[in-house]
């Protein structure tokens, strides 16, 4: 497993399930997580080998701010309680995707610009997002209980910039 899936596996095992086995770096017996870490951890493995696909193109940070996004947009779709606010949404990913569109330059002619690397992006945290929505439909007190810890973790210290609710407590 490169540790670019092992960034993958532990973004979405440490929120959703605490599991210290993952955030060890120990094999984690899927059979032992509950449905929402299962769901997160596969839609994290998936996603991470995907990406590292276009090897060295995407830093291992993109992946990890853009699954702290998915998480709470899916949360917010699930649970009462949390609202997105669409400027702090805005915020959080121009900051994430940032990278990505300062290593495109727009053609001199005026023509078409295409950015593959912020499309595969875009791909890549649509896919987070919905793995997020699944777990959230199969188990979503597991969700909103990760959406308490997410808000938690993140409010008043570092990644508070990648908050996207109305409300930080």
Do not use: K
């Not at 979405?12 to 929402?36: F, N």
């Not at 001199?108 to 649509?126: C, E, K, Q, V």
């Amino acid at each position: 497993m490169t540790s670019f899936r092992n960034l993958a596996c532990a973004l979405c095992l440490v929120p959703l399930a605490g599991a210290a086995s993952a955030q060890s770096g120990a094999a984690v017996d899927r059979a032992d997580l509950d449905t929402t870490a299962r769901i997160g951890t596969e839609i994290g493995t998936y996603v991470g080998d995907y990406l590292s696909g276009y090897g060295d193109l995407f830093e291992p940070q993109i992946l990890l701010r853009m699954g702290v996004v998915a998480q709470q947009r899916a949360v917010a779709h699930t649970c009462d309680g949390f609202e997105v606010d669409e400027e702090r949404y805005s915020a959080a990913m121009n900051g994430v995707m940032e990278p990505l569109l300062t290593m495109f330059e727009a053609p001199a002619d005026g023509g078409a610009a295409i950015n593959l690397p912020f499309t595969i992006a875009m791909s890549a945290y649509s896919m987070l997002l919905g793995g997020y929505i699944a777990a959230g439909a199969a188990e979503p007190d597991e969700l909103c209980a990760m959406g308490d810890q997410l808000r938690e973790s993140f409010s008043g210290g570092e990644g508070e910039d990648l908050l996207i609710w109305t409300t930080v407590d």
